[in-house]
C-alpha cells in the first residue's frame, strides 16, 4: 500500500438510494476519470478543467466496441492542496444503483486506480497535513453522533478546538522542556536558565488545564454512549412502567408479581438534544432466589455507574417504610458525583394529603443521611453547602437531590420528571466551544501526561537535576503530541484508521 497511489472508493453508505458518490484521490485522479467521462459527447480535456466546478456528463465503458453509457453523472475535481485529503481528488455523483457503482469502480480499477482501505482518505489528510489526528478522530465521531449534544461536540473538535487547546499547551511545555536542556550544555558552570518559581506556576497551570479535561471524560463518554440513568427501589415500586412512560413504549414487562425484572434493561431516547440512556433494574429486597440475587447485584453495580439515580418509592406503603426505602437507597448513591431523584410513585392510588405531615420529620432523616452519605465519600457539610475533600467542588445542599411524588402513568409527571433530568444533567454549557474528551486514547494519553508532570512537580521538590527533569517533561510532552499526532507510529495509525468507514 503506497501513499503515492491513486484510491477509489464509495463513499455514501452501501445499499441502492436515488444517488451515490464515488470517491478519488492521488496523483493520476483527474486522468483517470477523464478516460472514461464524456461531456456533451465527447472528452474533456485535462487542460479544459476548472477545479471546484461540477460538469454534467456520462461515464461510458471505452474498452467495448460501441463504448456504451454506463451512467449519467455529475464530475467535481478537486485541485491539490485544496481537498479533502489534500491531494488531487475527484468525485462522481452517480445513480444509487449498486451495478452502476460496481461498474464505475471496476472502470476506474481496470485504469490502475486501487479501491481504498477502511479510513485511508482521512488517512492521507493527516499525513498531508490538513487534519491533524484528533481531528480526523472526530470525522469519525461526526459521522456516527446521534444526537445534538455529541454532534457538537465532534464539530468543535473537528475545528480544531481541543487541538488548540493541547498545542498551547504542549508550547509551554516545550519552551521549559528547552530552557532545562539548554542547562545541561552549561552543567559546569552551575546555572538555572528555567526559573523555578516560573516552572512551579507553568506546571501548575499545565496539570489544572490536565485534570479539567479527564474530568470531562466521564460526561464526554456520557454523551457519546448516553448518559447512564439508572431506576433503582424495591419490588414493585413502578420501575418498569416509569421506564415505559420515559420510553412511550412497551419495552419492559409489567406485572403485580414482584420480582418479575430479573435483569437489567437498557433503552436510550434523547431528550432536548442529549442521549440519555435508562436502566430498569431488578428490585431490591430480601431473597434466596439465586437468579434474583444475581439480578440484585447487578442493581447496585449500575447504580454506582450511573450518573443519574431515579430512585422509585411506593407511596401506598406506610410512611415508615417509605423512609427506611428512601434511606437505603441514598445510601448507595454518592451524592458528590451522582444525582439523585427520589419519586414517590403510585399518587394515582393514595390519598396525597398524608404526606403534608411528613416535610419536617422526613427532611430531617433524609438530611442525616445525605450528610452521612457526603462525609462517607470524602467530603464535609455546611449548613447550606457540601464540599469535596479537596474543597474545590462546591455543591448546593438543594441541587443534590430532588423529590417529587408522581404517577408514572400520568403524562403530565412523566414530562415534569424529563425537564428535571435535563435541568439535572451535570454537562457543561454544549455550545460551539465546549471541549469534553470524548475518546479513551486521547482519556489514557492525558492521564499519562497528568503523572510525568507530576513527577516533574515531585522531583523540584526533591531538588532533581535538570537532566532528570526534562526527562519527564519530555514523556508529558510525548503523551500530549500522541493525541494531535505531532508524535506518532504507524500501528497506532493503522489501529485509528482502520475504524473508519471505507469512502471516509
Known sequence: MSKYDTICAVSTASGTGAIAVIRLSGTESFKTVLYI??????????????????????????????????????????????????EDSVEISCHGSEFVQQKILELLVVRGCRLAAPGEFSKRAFINGKLDLAQAEAVADLISSQNEAEHRIA???????????????????????????????????????????????ILDTALKHIVKLTDSFRMGN???????????????????????????????????????????????????????????????????????????????????????????????????????????????????TQKLLLLINKNDKIDISKFYSINDDFQWQIKQTVEKNIEDHGGYMTDEFCYSVTGMDLYDIRNLM????????????????????????????????????????????????????????????????ADLLAQDLRQALYYIGSITGEVTTGEVLNTIFGRFCIGK
Not at 414493585?236 to 415505559?244: A, I
Not at 413504549?249 to 442521549?275: C, K, L, P, Q, Y
Not at 412523566?414 to 471541549?435: H, V
Open 37 to 86: 467521462f464524456r461531456k456533451n459527447g465527447k472528452p474533456l480535456d485535462i487542460n479544459d478543467i476548472e477545479p471546484y466546478k461540477a460538469y454534467h456528463g456520462e461515464i461510458f465503458d471505452p474498452v467495448k466496441d460501441d463504448k456504451p453509457m454506463v451512467d449519467e453523472v455529475l464530475v467535481t475535481f478537486f485541485k491539490a492542496p485544496h481537498s479533502y485529503t489534500g
Open 402 to 465: 430532588t423529590f417529587y411524588i408522581i404517577s408514572a402513568k400520568k403524562d403530565e409527571d412523566i414530562e415534569q420528571l424529563k425537564d428535571s433530568i435535563r435541568f439535572y444533567t451535570k454537562t457543561p454549557k454544549l455550545d460551539g466551544n465546549a471541549t469534553l474528551v470524548t475518546n479513551i486514547r486521547h482519556y489514557e494519553a492525558l492521564m499519562h501526561a497528568k503523572g510525568s508532570l507530576e513527577q516533574v512537580k515531585n522531583g523540584m521538590d526533591s531538588k532533581l537535576s
Open 155 to 201: 464539530v468543535n473538535q473537528l475545528k480544531g478546538g481541543f487541538s488548540n487547546e493541547l498545542r498551547d499547551l504542549r508550547a509551554k511545555l516545550v519552551d521549559l522542556t528547552s530552557l532545562l536542556e539548554l542547562e545541561l550544555d552549561f552543567s559546569e558552570e552551575d546555572v538555572e536558565f528555567a526559573d523555578r518559581t516560573k516552572l512551579y506556576e
Open 222 to 336: 456520557a454523551i457519546k454512549h448516553g448518559i447512564p440513568v439508572a431506576i433503582v427501589g424495591e419490588t414493585n415500586t413502578g420501575k418498569s412502567t416509569l421506564l415505559n412512560a420515559i420510553l412511550g413504549e412497551e419495552r419492559a414487562i409489567v406485572s403485580d408479581i414482584e420480582g418479575t425484572t430479573r435483569d437489567t434493561i437498557e433503552e436510550t431516547f434523547t431528550i432536548n438534544g442529549v442521549m440519555y440512556r435508562f436502566i430498569d433494574t431488578a428490585g431490591i429486597r430480601e431473597t434466596s432466589e439465586t437468579i434474583e440475587k444475581i439480578g440484585i447485584e447487578r442493581t447496585f453495580k449500575k447504580i454506582s455507574e450511573a450518573d443519574i439515580v431515579i430512585g422509585m418509592l411506593d407511596g401506598t406503603k406506610e410512611l415508615t417504610q417509605i423512609y427506611d426505602a428512601a434511606i437505603n437507597i441514598i445510601s448507595h448513591v454518592n451524592l458528590l
